[in-house]
């Protein structure tokens, strides 16, 4: 029988075991609660980054911790913008306290090795900043070999992957909010999430080269898309969830060998 990777699942000695006993890493997905389009359920950004985790575990002998599932407030040009209706997120403060109280537990627990794997792109520099503070705090009560890596997991979509994805040509990261690659992954994954009858037809969502706060909600696309998923297929998301999963298989081994070897 496979072995269970989701930390959720484990009773507290089994979890114990794989902590001190066989040093497992220990993978953590971050997300966020926030419109898809009309055609997706909300929590693309949570489901996506676990189950990549998961099927990284299950390579790697690791585990999975149950996700992080809000995140910081969407950006109108990445996200559409905190201001549409289901979108519900946290101040980066919040955010960042979170990501630092989550890493210490794990090292209370004897965990060494962990990685977060981030789903939503707002997130990023507010959980970098949870990960210094973790850090600190750390090395102040004189654990120094606690090691994180932090990934994203779309930055291992390949080029050679991008031009089979869109062979008329890939709009850019900023506007695939709700668009083809998010839309792939959720027909592959969990496909009674997605209804394609609902898909909005329209061009890519264009803006200002600058931020205007509060958001002027014409700026975005009535869907909440910033691009269409009419191309999305299954096909196309089993495509990119191997690619992302071989991505971040390598990469785990790479940044945790480097660092050793750096410590040295």
Not at 145 to 168: G, H, N
Not at 170 to 187: D, I, N, Q, R
Not at 249 to 261: H, I, L, Q, V, Y
């Amino acid at each position: 029988m496979e072995a269970k990777v989701s930390i959720g699942e484990l009773a507290w000695p089994e979890y114990s075991r794989r902590v001190k006993e066989e040093a497992q890493i220990i993978l953590i997905p971050i997300g966020a609660l926030e419109q898809h389009g009309p055609h997706m359920s909300m929590n693309p950004d949570v489901l996506l980054p676990t189950a990549i985790s998961e099927a990284v575990a299950r390579r790697i002998g690791a585990m999975v911790a149950p996700a992080i599932a809000y995140g910081y407030k969407s950006q109108q040009k990445s996200g559409g913008g905190n201001h549409l209706c289901g979108t519900t997120s946290l101040d980066g403060n919040t955010l960042s306290l979170t990501v630092k109280d989550v890493l210490k537990e794990f090292a209370r627990h004897g965990a060494r090795k962990l990685c977060l794997v981030n789903g939503h792109f707002e997130n990023s520099m507010f959980a970098v900043e949870g990960v210094d503070l973790a850090l600190r705090e750390l090395r102040w009560e004189g654990i120094h070999d606690f090691q994180v890596v932090m990934l994203s997991y779309w930055d291992f979509v390949t080029e050679e992957t991008i031009a089979k994805i869109y062979p008329e040509g890939f709009p850019g990261w900023a506007v695939e909010h709700g668009g083809v690659l998010e839309t792939s992954l959720m027909l592959h994954l969990h496909p009674h999430l997605v209804d394609m009858s609902c898909v909005p037809q329209h061009a890519a969502a264009t803006f200002a080269p600058y931020d205007v706060f509060p958001p002027i909600p014409e700026w975005t696309p009535a869907s909440g898309c910033l691009s269409s998923a009419a191309a999305a297929s299954a096909e196309k998301g089993a495509l990119l969830h191997e690619v992302c999963v071989a991505g971040i298989t390598s990469a785990m081994g790479e940044a945790f060998d480097a660092r050793e070897k750096a410590a040295r």
